[in-house]
């Protein structure tokens, strides 16, 4: 028996008591300050957080990468050190321990523990047990332009109250044991990072066709178009079809295979051949429609980067897409074009043709008019088959260093979910 085992025989033999979310914390919604103001930017010292700063510096955060003004704060109220920020809309799934007073976007919730439970719990047991919190928001989300969490029974999630020597325990066995993790994983992200350099490297060099000196196809490419590549507008070689409607609420366990927009930046890569969402025959006759061979490129996005992800529809049968997505309908290798939108010369034309503040768009319309190479489709499949080779080595979750990283993440989440795994009780 674990010296928790024992401590949880001792002191709650019955079983641990259990309160709801909202009894134990003050919630409050971030916001985003007017950026049409700039006063309530320039030379800011009250940190105000975002999902960037856990991408780049963890879940325990004393700084951030922006910065607000004291006349950009509501009330003059900044949500309190040792809060915790929950993301429950667009990318859900993902939690920070804050040790300072701070601001945060509109993504995120924050919860401040009521000052009568401080003696009662650790806020850094909280922190992990909101792991528990994130894997319940994922699965509880409601229709919006962008995935949200419901609210309502967010406010309603049981959080285990053990005795306070029993958190202490956790959090003492948990600590060392997720730096350990940290350490490993960050080793292995170096590796991949190294790994995407030379494979962003050899994309350029594929996908340059001005200047070949360093195209490894370069031969190939002379042979077949001795005048050069031709460049044209993606709209002279497909037919754009922008999408429309689609809520979550739609789908259903089988029927149409749908790919939504918002899956494309979080659940595919460069292609696809199953859709993990369906939505009813009746409804996906209104829907835009995506046979195999096309591709699927979104509009819109909160982050000018994200805009015009895109997905190739590689599997045997017809799909749908909905709004804020448009299907191109063309007649070149699919794989081809799903790398090229990812280079940064595609980059530098979408940004000309974005528009928006907060929710950013490039219009169907607009996405026409970007200019792309357009080798013969021998060359366009020799690409692609160099580049397969090291997109599966640098992004695919089932082989090579990514699911590597995967399986490290999935022991160490069985070890702390055990941890975290109380009996109710009655």
């Known amino acids: 028996m674990s010296r928790i085992d024992k401590l949880i025989a001792e002191l709650c033999p019955r079983g641990v008591e259990f309160k709801e979310l909202q009894e134990l914390f003050i919630t409050k919604n971030g916001y985003t300050p007017s950026k049409a103001n700039q006063d309530l930017w320039a030379n800011g010292t009250v940190p105000w957080f975002r999902m960037d700063d856990i991408r780049k510096n963890g879940r325990i955060l004393s700084e951030s990468l922006q910065k607000v003004t004291k006349e950009a704060v509501k009330g003059g109220r900044l949500f309190p050190a040792g809060s915790i920020i929950v993301a429950t809309s667009a990318t859900i799934g993902e939690h920070a321990l804050i040790t300072v007073p701070h601001l945060s976007n509109q993504r995120f919730t924050s919860l401040a523990l009521k000052p009568e439970y401080a003696e009662q719990l650790d806020m850094k047991f909280l922190f992990y047990y909101c792991f528990v919190l994130d894997d319940w928001c994922c699965n509880n989300t409601t229709t919006s332009s962008f995935a949200s969490v419901d609210m309502k029974n967010f406010k309603k999630f049981p959080i285990p109250v053990p005795p306070i020597e029993v958190q202490r325990e956790i959090v003492k066995i948990l600590d060392p044991f997720t730096e350990l993790e940290a350490e490993l994983e960050a080793e292995l992200e170096a590796e991949l990072e190294a790994r995407r350099r030379q494979y962003e490297y050899y994309r350029g060099a594929l996908l340059t066709f001005d200047n070949m000196e360093g195209n490894p196809l370069r031969k190939l490419i002379a042979e077949l178009c001795p005048k050069g590549v031709e460049f044209r507008e993606l709209g002279e070689i497909a037919k754009l079809v922008r999408g429309n409607g689609m809520p979550r609420s739609d789908f259903v366990e089988s029927g149409v295979g749908c790919i939504h927009y918002g899956q494309i930046y979080t659940s595919y890569g460069i292609w696809a051949i199953d859709t993990i969402s369906f939505v009813p025959p009746e409804k996906a006759e209104r829907l835009a429609k995506v046979d195999p061979g096309d591709l699927i490129i979104t509009n819109t996005s909160e982050n000018l980067e994200d805009v015009c992800k895109s997905v190739a529809w590689l599997g045997s049968s017809q799909i749908v897409t909905g709004g804020h997505a448009t299907v191109i309908k063309h007649e070149q290798y699919p794989k081809y074009l799903s790398y090229y939108f990812r280079t940064p010369e595609f980059f530098a034309q ?32 020799e690409i692609a088959a160099i580049l397969d080779k090291f997109d599966a080595l640098v992004n695919s979750l089932s082989s090579g260093l990514p699911a590597e990283i995967k399986a490290r993440r999935r022991q160490y989440q069985y070890y702390r979910d055990r941890l975290l795994t109380f009996k109710m009780a009655q």
């Open 350 to 381: 979408k940004k000309k043709w974005a528009f928006g503040a907060k929710v950013i768009d490039v219009s169907a319309k607009n996405l026409a008019k970007i200019r792309i190479p357009v080798p013969p489709i021998e060359v366009q499949r």
